[in-house]
């Protein structure tokens, strides 16, 4: 995959969509009566911890006895080769991510 096409399929799992009819995506906030729908440029999962944090939350949320969050641990502990996930990058968070959700695709 492309880092483009990571940023994009994370978005889309922790809930962004497209735009019609332009580049950019969207998000509507929950949690009012008229779910406020912004259009803003789609985080920088790769580069930004920050970022991973709010995707890893929505991990988090879908993890209804699922073993997501088991799942995307092994993932780390698996790619750094130690239980010292706490220093895993965004970039490896990214990967994990996508292999949990089972969307990450090797390169060509």
């Known amino acids: 995959m492309t880092e483009e096409q990571q940023r994009i399929t994370i978005a889309e799992a922790c809930g962004w969509t ?3 009819g332009s580049m950019g995506y969207e998000t509507r906030y ?3 009566p008229s779910e406020t ?3 803003v440029l789609l985080p920088d999962y790769l580069n930004d911890l920050n970022a991973m944090h ?3 939350t929505h991990l988090l949320r879908m993890d209804t006895n699922c073993g ?3 799942c995307y641990s ?3 502990i698996t790619m750094l ?3 010292d996930i706490f220093h895993a990058t965004a970039t490896q968070r990214a990967e994990a991510f996508l292999r949990t959700i089972r969307k990450w695709e090797e390169p060509k």
């Open 74 to 76: 092994n993932s780390l």
């Open 81 to 83: 080769g130690c239980s």
């Open 68 to 70: 997501y969050w088991e």
């Open 37 to 39: 729908t912004v259009r």
């Open 18 to 20: 497209r735009c019609e």
């Open 30 to 32: 929950r949690g009012t």
């Open 54 to 56: 709010e995707a890893e």
